[in-house]
């Protein structure tokens, strides 16, 4: 990666943070900041052969769009979303289909392409397509699958030398931690004055 990348990836990484910063304060710009984040993430992974990786920035630029219109005017009364929970029953069918299509896609690609660790690019990509969905619809356990998916690709970055972005994943791990209990939090007290 020449110098025009390293440019690209600190931009791309900036305003990767900023989005997770504004998300986890429910802050409907973030999805501003991940549609230009994305944007740039698409031909950065592409150059390093990452093409699950590339394929899935260009479905955030669209969930971007779509989340910022959930969270503006999303719900009963087009009013914006509220943080809700998924059962068990949801998650055991969330999980078993990013597996299932991570197998499928990870296999494609060992046989017909030079793409690196294609079984993890494919499970990061596959989960990170649901767990988009799950941000976008203010589903609480979002951010314990990005605990899941961020170490993953932590691991996937460092192997194609993309070290400001492994660096940027290890804040994002931080920020899922502290995301998934300020929605918590958030979520208890949405609960109580349904209560009230």
Not at 33 to 42: E, M, N, P, Q
């Amino acid at each position: 990666m020449g110098l025009d990348w390293v440019n690209l990836e600190t931009l791309a990484v900036a305003l990767g943070v900023a989005y997770l910063v504004l998300a986890m304060r429910e802050n409907s710009l973030c999805w501003y900041c991940a549609f230009f984040s994305t944007a740039l993430y698409v031909w950065i992974f592409g150059d390093v052969s990452l093409y699950m990786e590339s394929a899935l920035n260009v479905y955030y630029m669209g969930m971007a769009i779509y989340g910022w219109f959930q969270w503006q005017r999303g719900g009963i009364n087009h009013e914006g979303l509220e943080i809700i929970r998924w059962t068990a029953k949801q998650h055991g069918l969330a999980i078993s289909a990013i597996v299932l299509a991570a197998l499928v896609s990870g296999y494609l690609l060992s046989i017909g392409t030079d793409a690196r660790l294609p079984y993890l690019d494919s499970l990061t990509t596959w989960g990170s397509i649901l767990t988009t969905v799950m941000v976008a619809r203010k589903v609480l356990e979002n951010w314990l699958y990005w605990i899941v998916i961020n170490s993953i690709s932590i691991y996937l970055y460092l192997d194609r030398g993309l070290e400001q972005t492994a660096s940027m994943f290890m804040l994002y791990l931080v920020l899922a931690i502290l995301g998934y209990y300020a929605w918590r939090k958030k979520h208890a007290g949405q609960n109580r004055d349904i209560a009230a």
